[in-house]
C-alpha cells in the first residue's frame, strides 16, 4: 500500500489533521473496511465517487474503495539533520514514505505558540526543506567516495556518479533533489538512497474556518513557493475537519455551507496524494462488490490483475472491458454489450484510467 508521511514543524496542526483522516475513515467504517496499524499509521479511503454510481447500476451490496497509509510523523524540528530533538530517527521514518504532505500554519491563535514566534509559512517551510536537504547531502556525500572509487572501468558505477555530482552541486545550493534533470538511468541509480528532497510534496496549508473559502495572504504565498518546487497546494482547516467528524451527514452539509464551502479539504487532501503518485484507478464491479483498484500508469492488463491476485496475473487469459463513461451512459453491462462497448482486450492492453474490468482467467 502507498504511504504518505506527515510532516511539519511543531504546533501547526499535523496531530489534528491525522486524527481527523484516522477519525473520518474509521466514521466510515461500517461501509468502508478500515484499520488503525499502529498510533501513527492510519489506512484511509481515496473518495471516488465513481464507485457509488457503478454499485446502483450493479446492485451491489459492497463498496470498496482504494486506499492509502498515513503516518503521522511528528518531531521535525531546526537542526533535526544534525541530531537535534528526535533527529535521524524521524528523517528514516520519512525515507520510508512515497510521498509527503507539508503541513504548514497558516493561521493565527496567541493562545497557540509558534516555535519560531510568529506565523511565516515561507520561513516555516524552508526550515523543514533546508533539514530534508542537509540528510540527502550527507546521505550523497558519503554515497559519492564509494561509487567514485569503483566507477574505474564500471559503466554502472560512472552512471551513479555523475548522477551524484549533480545532486551534491543542486543540494548544495539549496535545491531539491526533485527538480534536478537527471536521466532515466541516472534515477535510477540513486533511487536507492531514498532521497528526502526527491519526494513528491503538497502542502497543506492549515487555516482557520474563515479563511477556508478564500484562502488568505499566506496561502498565496506558499503557492508561490510551491509553483518553484513543483510541489502542490492543498487549503485545509485541521480544526474544522476535526469537528465535521463529530457531525451527523445533514450537519456537516449545513456547517460547511454556512463556511461558504463544499467539503472542509480533507477529501481533497486525500484525492490530491494519491493523484500526485501518478496512480491510476481501474474499477471492477458486480452484485457482491464494486471496488477500485489502485495500478500505475502504464501497466498491462495481467499486471493489473495481479493486483487483484498473484494467480490472476499467471493464469490471465483475457480483460474484458468498457470505459466508465460508457457503462454510465449504456445504463447496464448488458446493455453496454449490445452497444459493442464491452471490448476483449489480451495480454498487451494498456488499462486505462477508469476502465471497468472483468478478468478471464484459468485459475
Ligand atoms: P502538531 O504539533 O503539528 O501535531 O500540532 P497539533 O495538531 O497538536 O496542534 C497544535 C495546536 O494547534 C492544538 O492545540 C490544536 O488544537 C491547534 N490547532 C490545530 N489546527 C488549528 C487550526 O486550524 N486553528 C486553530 N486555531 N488551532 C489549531
Known amino acids: 500500500m502507498l504511504r504518505a508521511g506527515i510532516v511539519g514543524l511543531p504546533n501547526v496542526g499535523k496531530s489534528t489533521l491525522f486524527n481527523a483522516l484516522v477519525a473520518n475513515a474509521k466514521a466510515q467504517a461500517a461501509n468502508f473496511p478500515f484499520c488503525t496499524i499502529e498510533p501513527n499509521v492510519g489506512v484511509v479511503a481515496v473518495p471516488d ?67 519560531s514566534g510568529s506565523v511565516d509559512p515561507v520561513r516555516d517551510i524552508e526550515v523543514i526543506n533546508l533539514e530534508l536537504a542537509l540528510a540527502d547531502l550527507s546521505q ?43 536521466t532515466e538511468e541516472e534515477a535510477e541509480s540513486v533511487r536507492s538512497l531514498g532521497l528526502l528532497t526527491a519526494k513528491p510534496v503538497i502542502y497543506a496549508t492549515n487555516v482557520t474556518e474563515d479563511d477556508l473559502a478564500a484562502g488568505n495572504a499566506w496561502v498565496e504565498q506558499v503557492r508561490e513557493v510551491a509553483v518553484q518546487e513543483q510541489a502542490q497546494v492543498v487549503v485545509v482547516s485541521a480544526q474544522v475537519e476535526s469537528e465535521l467528524v ?63 491476485h498473484s494467480d490472476f496475473e499467471r493464469g490471465f487469459i483475457r480483460a474484458e472491458t468498457v470505459a466508465y ?27 486505462q484510467e477508469g476502465d471497468v474490468l472483468l478478468f478471464r482467467t484459468n485459475v
Open 246 to 308: 463529530e457531525l451527523s451527514d445533514a450537519e456537516r452539509a449545513d456547517f460547511l455551507s454556512a463556511l461558504g464551502v463544499e467539503e472542509g479539504g480533507l477529501r481533497s487532501l486525500i484525492r490530491a496524494t494519491y493523484d500526485l503518485l501518478g496512480l491510476r484507478t481501474y474499477l471492477t464491479t458486480g452484485p457482491k462488490e464494486t471496488r477500485a483498484w489502485t495500478i500505475t500508469a502504464g501497466m498491462k492488463a495481467p499486471q493489473a490483475a495481479g493486483v487483484i
Open 49 to 115: 465517487e465513481r464507485l457509488e454510481v457503478l454499485a446502483k447500476i450493479s446492485n451491489s451490496e459492497q463498496i470498496i474503495p482504494t486506499r492509502i497509509e498515513f503516518v503521522d510523523i511528528a518531531g521535525l524540528v531546526k537542526g533535526a539533520s544534525q541530531g537535534e530533538g528526535l533527529g535521524n530517527q524521524f528523517l528514516a521514518n520519512i525515507r520510508e514514505v512515497d510521498a509527503i504532505v507539508h503541513v504548514v500554519r497558516c493561521f493565527e491563535d496567541d493562545d497557540i505558540i509558534h516555535v
Open 140 to 182: 550523497v556525500e558519503r554515497r559519492i567516495d564509494r561509487a567514485r572509487k569503483q566507477a574505474r572501468g564500471n559503466k554502472e558505477a560512472q552512471v551513479e556518479v555523475e548522477a551524484l555530482e549533480k545532486l551534491l552541486a543542486a543540494l548544495n545550493q539549496g535545491q531539491s533533489a526533485r527538480n534536478i534533470d537527471l
Open 325 to 351: 463513461q460508457d457503462l454510465v451512459t449504456a445504463g447496464s453491462m448488458g446493455a453496454a454489450k449490445e452497444k459493442g462497448w464491452v471490448r476483449s482486450e489480451g495480454k498487451e492492453y494498456i488499462v
